[in-house]
């Protein structure tokens, strides 16, 4: 394991939420109090490489009020870098969740219409100045799902990136609710995607994007596998991709991890979730533990127990960021699941 990349610096771009929960397991149409907590995909992968120890950047448009500084702030104490951040607009975006159960899905309703990040235009930041010092950069497929303006801005922080010779990574991370702007994803995705060199995708969003299907009859490394083959006729640059696989066995979870890495394949074990205490942001914390691997020079099979660990602990914390630390992933990674008091 190589652990000396000290000049490692990983910025990301989307928007920055207020995340709106019901608590005590109520409906939205029981509700009468609020938790909030900030989040977001990009947001989300930056608190957890911070804590790894990796510098980050994130990058977005904000509001200049007292909710959008609540945002910064909880960034802010986790060491995330907002320097580079714009402002205007007139409102942070807002998403509610309903948290759901053994029974019945968990429902989120987004309000992000108008906001700052959703009307942001193009050339309000300059991407040569952003990513001078920039070893690394992160988008995810929710940027040009909020709007049209927002698609244009990742195109502009991609083709500067390109263009700068950085690495670029994404999460596919398709979402329904999004995409109300007139344009299909197909129209949109592939154009972007076609830069990135790793790439966090699942099926689905896959088919979505790009049209490309699978067997369901087939094993899950199979498609994988078959899948990359053919995203790398879409994407030209690709040399890492990733997928996470969940599966329910009764009332457990079960969560794995596959990855195509330097031509190599591997797959994590399985891992049993018997209790999922927050979803939310688990994704983002597999994509944070593999950028973690990838930029520590770990081996394919490291990096992807990485990852997969990072997904699984995130389960355990509520809210959408990770709270964590290389001691505890380590751990996991070594001995699984505890329900041991560590003192």
């Known amino acids: 394991m190589n652990?000396?990349?000290?000049?490692?610096?990983?910025?990301?771009?989307?928007?920055?939420?207020?995340?709106?929960s019901v608590t005590d397991g109520n409906r939205f149409t029981q509700a009468n109090e609020i938790k909030i907590n900030v989040g977001g995909a990009e947001a989300n992968v930056c608190v957890l490489l911070s804590q790894l120890g990796i510098p980050t950047d994130y990058i977005t448009r904000l509001p200049e009020n007292d909710l959008a500084q609540l945002a910064l702030n909880e960034l802010q104490k986790y060491k995330v870098s907002t320097s580079k951040c714009v402002y205007g607009g007139e409102r942070l975006g807002l998403y509610f969740v309903e948290?759901?159960?053994?029974?019945?899905?968990?429902?989120?309703?987004?309000?992000?219409?108008?906001?700052?990040?959703?009307?942001?235009?193009?050339?309000?930041?300059?991407?040569?100045?952003?990513?001078?010092?920039?070893?690394?950069?992160h988008w995810s497929g929710i940027s040009p799902g909020v709007s049209n303006e927002a698609g244009l801005a990742c195109k502009e922080a991609i083709l500067s990136a390109h263009k700068k010779g950085i690495p670029i990574s994404s999460d596919f991370n398709f979402r329904s609710k999004l995409w109300q702007y007139g344009k299909h994803p197909s129209e949109i995705m592939p154009d972007l995607l076609q830069y990135s060199t790793i790439t966090v995708a699942d099926l689905d969003a896959v088919e979505i994007y790009f049209g490309i299907k699978t067997?369901?009859?087939?094993?899950?490394?199979?498609?994988?596998?078959?899948?990359?083959?053919?995203l790398k006729t879409k994407m030209p640059f690709l040399k890492t991709l990733a997928m996470s696989f969940r599966k329910s066995d009764g009332p457990a979870h079960l969560y794995k991890g596959l990855l195509l890495h330097e031509g190599h394949f591997y797959e994590t074990k399985e891992q049993k979730i018997h209790l999922v205490t927050d979803q939310i942001g688990s994704g983002d914390a597999f994509t944070a533990?593999?950028?973690?691997?990838?930029?520590?020079?770990?081996?394919?099979?490291?990096?992807?127990?990485?990852?997969?660990?990072?997904?699984?602990?995130?389960?355990?914390?509520?809210?959408?960021?990770?709270?964590?630390?290389?001691?505890?992933?380590?751990?996991?990674?070594?001995?699984?699941?505890?329900?041991?008091?560590?003192r």
């Open 3 to 20: 652990t000396t990349t000290p000049q490692t610096r990983i910025a990301t771009f989307g928007e920055l939420l207020l995340r709106m």
């Open 99 to 137: 948290s759901g159960n053994q029974i019945r899905q968990s429902q989120v309703i987004y309000d992000r219409s108008n906001s700052s990040f959703a009307t942001i235009q193009k050339d309000q930041i300059n991407w040569d100045v952003a990513l001078a010092d920039v070893t690394h950069f």
């Open 215 to 230: 067997d369901k009859n087939e094993s899950d490394a199979n498609r994988f596998q078959q899948t990359f083959e053919l």
């Open 289 to 342: 533990g593999l950028l973690y691997g990838i930029t520590h020079n770990f081996s394919g099979q490291e990096c992807i127990d990485w990852a997969t660990a990072c997904g699984v602990i995130k389960q355990s914390v509520h809210g959408d960021f990770a709270i964590s630390n290389p001691t505890e992933i380590s751990h996991f990674i070594k001995n699984g699941s505890s329900n041991r008091i560590n």
